[in-house]
């Protein structure tokens, strides 16, 4: 099984890419996310790799981080989605704004997604609600090798740290983080630690 590719691009198109090692080309199917972060044509790239055998096909998925592919995993899960239909939400949806929008229950962003409709939004952000706080939200290069684009600046230091906190005062991991993240998606990705912990209790205690 193929767990992890580094090699070279050699072109791009709009569901997946070809990557090029040591003069074999491999088909790896990504997000746009991680798509959009390969680079031009002969960029080097390494990508971590989820290998699915069917008798008549060998499909290769490709991810620049492992919390991606964790996420990816876990929606393969819910009943309906596929790879195909996993890939359109991670591609609308970093990992922190899934794990966001389904600890707040927030199915209309999940929906945004080609593919998923209302009742399909449903299904994911209810099944997927005590998942969500498992699935690390760190951002790791593919293997550490070759960087394939420096990460973003996130919001998930202060969310992390309000979580802990709820969850040190005898909350659980899963109900302090839907918490938190009902705040955020009012008070935006900015807003403070100290707002975030005192209105995530108001929200405990309803």
């Not at 794990?99 to 945004?112: E, S």
Request: charged share 20%; no cysteine; aromatic share 4%.
């Amino acid at each position: 099984m193929i767990g992890k590719l580094t090699g070279i691009v050699d072109s791009v198109a709009a569901d997946a890419a070809i990557i090029d090692v040591n003069g074999v080309g491999y088909v790896v199917h990504a997000s746009g996310k991680t798509l959009g972060r390969l680079g031009a044509r002969g960029s080097a790239v390494s990508l971590l790799i989820d290998t699915h055998v069917r008798e008549d096909a060998i499909s290769l998925f490709g991810f620049a981080e492992g919390v991606e592919r964790d996420w990816f995993r876990a929606l393969l899960n819910i009943q309906g989605v596929g790879a195909k239909v996993a890939l359109s939400i991670l591609s609308v949806m970093a990992p922190d704004e899934l794990a966001r929008a389904i600890a707040a229950q927030d199915k209309a962003a999940v929906a945004r997604a080609n593919g998923v409709g209302p009742k399909l939004a449903q299904r994911v952000v209810s099944e997927m609600k005590d998942k969500a706080g498992g699935i690390g939200l760190g951002v790791a290069l593919a293997g550490g090798d070759v960087p394939v684009a420096a990460p973003a600046e996130t919001a998930d230091g202060p969310m992390n740290d309000a979580v802990s906190a709820l969850v040190n005062l005898g909350y659980r991991r899963t109900e302090a983080y839907g918490a938190v993240a009902r705040v955020m998606q009012r008070q935006g990705a900015n807003a403070a630690l100290n707002d975030l912990i005192v209105h995530g209790l108001k929200e405990l205690a309803q």
